[in-house]
């Protein structure tokens, strides 16, 4: 059963603070907490649930903890920890008095997240494109895409023969099997021994361990589908050991993870990290105040350019609007016109092209390439970097919460420069200090 929204303009208790007057009303998180439109969030998700059983959490605490996770990079233990010891983040969830116990446990976090899935990641990067009023509705927009990688092992046949056999262990202790040999004590010393490959003279010791391991592995998953009963509930799970243990090098979709087998192999060209496991995300961006209009994830290894039709689809239904040209680099290349967005690449200028056209050019060209330190604090501060939700839906959301917190923070640097240019401006006409060069015009708000 949902509870009622809390009421705008409540009573102060007698014995309690008030949160909303023992705060600094000028701190950025207090102001965005005061700005967002939040009974939007209570009306589309108050649809997700029923009005039997237990009383649900308030949706508010819900989406403000997962923004607050997001924002600071937290995971779900240490947010719902922070929030007890933090008051701006009580009062950004919508307490009116400071809580002494937990918000709610780690796992409703996860819970939340299954419940709204990624339409409601959507609606939440559309709150925080709406922040930001008419200047994010920019007519050039920046496309690129990049890779958002799992939290997985770096695969190897070795590792996942080791992980079917571990597996095959786990689904005969469940169903009470037999084996008639576990390998125990075997595997761990094939496991040491193929570690030897790199040297010369235990690189033949460390070939016949790793084929060993895979020999051992379709022995034990053979020898369940002999003991199971037809119709049994590991079916899938054995089918999927039986993939690893049949695909060969040069296989096209293989599997390489056992518990996120969609994890697909990128290559993205770097020098440091020649592969990446995940999934790639196609992203959309403002080209002059850098909001992004976009975040798509690709459930499949996709060609640039075929990402372009769905991420401006995106865009239409996040920020509502189309955007009149997409700015890409050399690997979108085809076509040209996508309806009414025409897609713009590096190219040599026509021979027609005025001195006035081809510094307009340069410049959108140079803009950018200010979408690749987007993606770098995308991933180092907001948690897209490594992806610890589970499955296709847990990429999609991890995207969307990183681009929403993005566009929070965004805001939050906006009205901090804002608050400044305020303040300096009044030093100056009490005569305290000399303005700063930078105008207020400049700080966006």
């Not at 025409?342 to 190219?347: N, R, Y």
Request: aromatic fraction near 8%.
């Amino acid at each position: 059963m949902l509870q009622p929204a809390a009421n705008s303009t409540p009573q102060m208790q007698f014995l309690l603070p008030d949160l909303c007057t023992m705060l600094d009303a000028r701190q950025p998180l207090y102001r965005l907490a005061q700005t967002m439109d939040w009974t939007q969030f209570e009306s589309a998700f108050a649809t997700l649930y029923t009005d039997e059983g237990r009383p649900a959490l308030p949706i508010r605490r819900m989406v403000g903890l997962l923004l607050l996770k997001q924002l600071h990079n937290l995971s779900d233990e240490r947010v719902v920890e922070q929030w007890t010891l933090n008051p701006y983040f009580q009062f950004f969830c919508g307490e009116r008095e400071f809580q002494w116990s937990a918000p709610c446990a780690a796992s409703e976090l996860v819970h939340f997240r299954d419940r709204i899935g990624p339409d409601g990641g959507e609606k939440l990067l559309a709150a925080s494109i709406a922040l930001h009023g008419a200047r994010a509705k920019e007519k050039e927009v920046v496309l690129d895409t990049t890779a958002q990688e799992k939290a997985i092992t770096f695969p190897t046949d070795a590792k996942l023969h080791a992980k079917v056999i571990k597996t095959a262990r786990r689904i005969a202790a469940q169903d009470g099997i037999g084996l008639r040999q576990s390998y125990a004590r075997t595997v761990p010393k094939l496991l040491q021994a193929q570690r030897g490959w790199r040297h010369p003279r235990t690189r033949g010791l460390a070939r016949k361990a790793a084929r060993k391991l895979k020999t051992i592995a379709g022995r034990l998953v053979r020898e369940l589908e002999r003991k199971l009963p037809a119709g049994h509930r590991h079916a899938e799970l054995l089918q999927l050991c039986a993939r690893v243990l049949a695909q060969k090098r040069h296989d096209q979709n293989k599997v390489y993870s056992l518990h996120e087998p969609h994890v697909y192999c990128l290559a993205k060209g770097k020098a440091h990290k020649e592969y990446e496991f995940g999934a790639k995300a196609a992203l959309a961006v403002g080209k002059d105040h850098g909001v992004i209009l976009g975040a798509l994830n690709l459930e499949e290894n996709t060609y640039d350019g075929h990402t372009v039709e769905p991420a401006l689809t995106q865009i239409e239904r996040v920020a509502g609007y189309r955007p009149e040209k997409a700015i890409t680099d050399r690997g979108y290349r085809g076509r040209k016109q996508y309806g009414s967005t025409e897609l713009l690449l590096p190219d040599k200028p026509a021979a027609e092209a005025t001195d006035y056209a081809k510094r307009k050019m340069r410049t959108r060209f140079r803009r950018r390439a200010a979408i690749e330190p987007r993606i770098g604090h995308l991933k180092s501060d907001f948690r897209l970097g490594r992806n610890f939700l589970r499955g296709v839906q847990g990429d999609a959301l991890n995207l969307l919460l990183a681009a929403t917190a993005a566009n929070l923070s965004l805001w939050l640097r906006r009205a901090s420069a804002c608050l400044h240019a305020i303040l300096a401006r009044l030093a100056f006409l009490l005569g305290l200090r000399p303005l700063p060069a930078r105008p207020l015009a400049q700080t966006g708000f």
